[in-house]
Nanobody, 123 residues
Framework: QVQLVESGGGLVQAGASLRLSCAASGRTVRSYAVGWFRQAPGKEREFVATISWNGMITAYAGSVKGRFTISRDNAQSTVYLQMNSLKPEDTAVYYC????????????????WGKGTLVTVSS
């Protein structure tokens, strides 16, 4: 079993930055791809970013490309999502998830989920 815990969310103004963390415990997450997803009120969960097990490959949703950066520190079993130039439309609960796939772009491919952290961006 892998337990994932997100942190770093909060209330910020448009244009600000936040860094989310996804800390893994239990079985090692080093061999898993990790993805960040988000769900805004009244909307379906959507893909945000993903990173391969070794950090060599990343992918982003078009809406966040150039503003968000995903990274990982396998020694600390933590994956990060640096979010810059935040917009009100980035407001959502952000979840991290893990999968044995090479990358994790689809929510139904995940094996483990965290409980999420809320990001609110005011205009």
């Amino acid at each position: 079993q892998v337990q994932l815990v997100e942190s770093g969310g909060g209330l910020v103004q448009a244009g600000a930055s936040l860094r989310l963390s996804c800390a893994a415990s239990g079985r090692t997450v080093r061999s898993y791809a990790v993805g960040w997803f988000r769900q805004a009120p009244g909307k379906e969960r959507e893909f945000v970013a993903t990173i391969s097990w070794n950090g060599m490959i990343t992918a982003y949703a078009g809406s966040v490309k150039g503003r968000f950066t995903i990274s990982r520190d396998n020694a600390q079993s933590t994956v990060y999502l640096q979010m810059n130039s935040l917009k009100p439309e980035d407001t959502a609960v952000y979840y991290c998830a893990a999968s044995k796939d090479s990358l994790l772009r689809e929510a139904d491919r995940s094996e483990y989920w965290g409980k999420g952290t809320l990001v609110t961006v005011s205009s």
